[in-house]
């Protein structure tokens, strides 16, 4: 690993749909023991059985899933930090839709320090302006997706660990894979059906991690993510490619470590 300057930016994952925090922990301490400061949010609209429905009956969108990035954003770079904020799969709608005001440039301009130097995109879900991730992953033929119902109060959940297993975590052994859906969350299906209204990777540079086997945002949806953010915001994307599934950060937590540090070193 390359040397880091002093200036190290701090790392935010925005995570995937049903997943909390701890689905990232190896990732998260690899990339600690490399000398950076990061960590994972609880999204709003991933629910448990404590926070699903908000007195009842509240179900998150994108713009809250967003505003609560903002915020933690915001506190960062209140207190002079620049913030690289790396999403993976749905987390790329509100990572994305979070950015207003957020660039260390816009920020520079109104007087303030920090903000955020750049958009990771780890096998993310990546919509243009007016989309939704339904709308992205409509393009996916029936047999890729899951088996996801949604319950009476408008949350979704995964019904059949086998068909989820083989699909989200493919490259893990089945059983692995059945005990990784165990432990997901339910998801707001108001997340799903919000549009994106703002194109934050225009704002940015940013970088993006195929993962070249997944079956959720199969690879040619991922490089078609990639062609329409540069065409778009006008920059080329730095692109990199490693041979996983949808979520490497389980299958191959090391190389997403050097994924992200080598994009920390980068901004």
């Not at 967003?66 to 749905?90: M, N």
């Not at 704002?203 to 078609?224: C, F, G, H, R, T």
């Not at 599934?245 to 050097?258: E, I, K, R």
């Amino acid at each position: 690993m390359s040397l880091i300057s002093n200036l190290k930016p701090t790392i935010i994952i925005v995570p995937g749909s049903f997943a909390l925090p701890e689905f990232y922990k190896e990732v998260v301490d690899g990339v600690v023991a490399n000398g950076l400061e990061i960590r994972t949010l609880h999204l709003p609209s991933s629910g448990t059985a404590s926070n699903q429905g908000r007195e009842g009956d509240w179900l998150p969108t994108v713009y809250d899933d967003a505003a609560f990035i903002a915020d933690e954003v915001t506190r960062l770079a209140d207190s002079s930090k620049d913030v690289v904020l790396v999403t993976h799969s749905y987390g790329g709608v509100p990572g994305t839709q979070s950015m207003k005001g957020l660039a260390k440039t816009a920020r520079e301009a109104e007087g303030k320090p920090g903000g955020v130097v750049k958009l990771a995109y780890l096998t993310s879900v990546v919509p243009r302006v007016g989309e939704t991730t339904t709308d992205v992953l409509g393009t996916v033929t029936k047999e890729q997706q899951s088996e996801i119902l949604v319950d009476e109060k408008g949350w979704l959940y995964h019904a059949n660990y086998t068909t989820s297993a083989k699909l989200t975590f493919s490259d893990l052994p089945l059983e692995v894979g059945e005990a990784w859906v165990a432990q997901f969350t339910r998801q707001s299906s108001t997340s799903f059906t919000t549009p994106l209204t703002y194109a934050g990777y225009c704002d940015v540079p940013v970088s993006y991690l195929i993962s070249e086997n997944d079956l959720v945002i199969p690879k040619w949806l991922q490089e078609a993510e990639i062609a329409m953010i540069e065409e778009a915001s006008g920059n080329k994307v730095h692109v990199s490619s490693i041979k996983s599934g949808h979520v490497p950060v389980l299958s191959m937590p090391q190389a997403v470590v050097d994924w992200i540090t080598q994009t920390a070193e980068m901004a």
